[in-house]
């Protein structure tokens, strides 16, 4: 049985608003088309999945960012100071906000039925605060920010402490993240089912999920329900 889902935040429940994140570049003089932004973000997310697998701890943020500006045609000597400022503005103006259609919904969902849910995010330490700007404060019965807590994942330490505050076992729980390495993998490391959630592109090459009692991929809210209701 499922006593619990988790959920990551960015590129699960939220993503990038790059319609905020160019005009957060035009206040420091550089113009980035929209389309040029969103075109450059599976290339950030792959970067992203390589950096974790490689160890890179402490939640790659600005590798992350400027990534991602590098592939949006952004003038190379302006990329890191670019990124650097972009990351010391995330705690007072995340770009991680903009919903992603129907997974707000499935939360409720979830916990109409009863089903306690959770935030397991890497973040920059004001995450609760985003979820409150967003009006979903009432939707988490916790909110796991690594920047806050100190330990990120897909360290155990950040899914055994979500665990612990919704009162379950890692094993009867479900998580559900982008991330190959760190929700895939980590959720599965401590004993959790995991959902690969819009994150098929971003695995390694050659790698082949395998669905099982225990593991499962899924590109839409829609699916994503089917999933936890099998598994329920």
């Not at 590098?70 to 000597?77: F, G, T």
């Not at 690969?196 to 809210?221: I, K, N, W, Y």
Request: aromatic share 8%; with cysteine.
């Amino acid at each position: 049985m499922i006593h619990a889902v988790t959920f990551d935040f960015g590129q699960t429940l939220a993503e990038l608003d790059t319609g905020m994140l160019a005009a957060r570049l035009y206040e420091r003089g550089v113009t980035v088309s929209i389309a040029l932004l969103e075109d450059a973000r599976p290339v950030m997310w792959r970067r992203y999945n390589e950096a974790i697998r490689e160890g890179l701890g402490g939640h790659p943020w600005v590798l992350l960012m400027a990534t991602l500006l590098r592939s949006a045609k952004v003038d190379e000597a302006a990329v890191l100071p670019l990124a650097e400022w972009l990351f010391g503005e995330q705690p007072r103006r995340n770009l991680w906000r903009r919903p992603i259609a129907g997974m707000i919904e499935c939360v409720r969902a979830l916990r109409a039925r009863g089903v306690p849910v959770g935030v397991i995010s890497n973040s920059e330490g004001g995450l609760a605060q985003l979820i409150a700007e967003m009006g979903w404060t009432e939707d988490f019965d916790a909110v796991a920010d690594s920047g806050a807590l100190g330990m990120e994942k897909p360290d155990r330490a950040i899914f055994d402490w979500t665990a612990a505050r919704l009162g379950v076992h890692p094993h009867d729980m479900v998580h559900v993240g982008d991330s190959w390495a760190a929700d895939y993998l980590g959720a599965r490391a401590v004993g959790m089912r995991a959902v690969l959630f819009r994150g098929r592109d971003l695995m390694p090459s050659g790698t082949v999920l395998e669905e099982d009692a225990r593991g499962a991929v899924c590109e839409s809210p829609d699916g994503l329900d089917a999933i936890l209701r099998k598994w329920s």
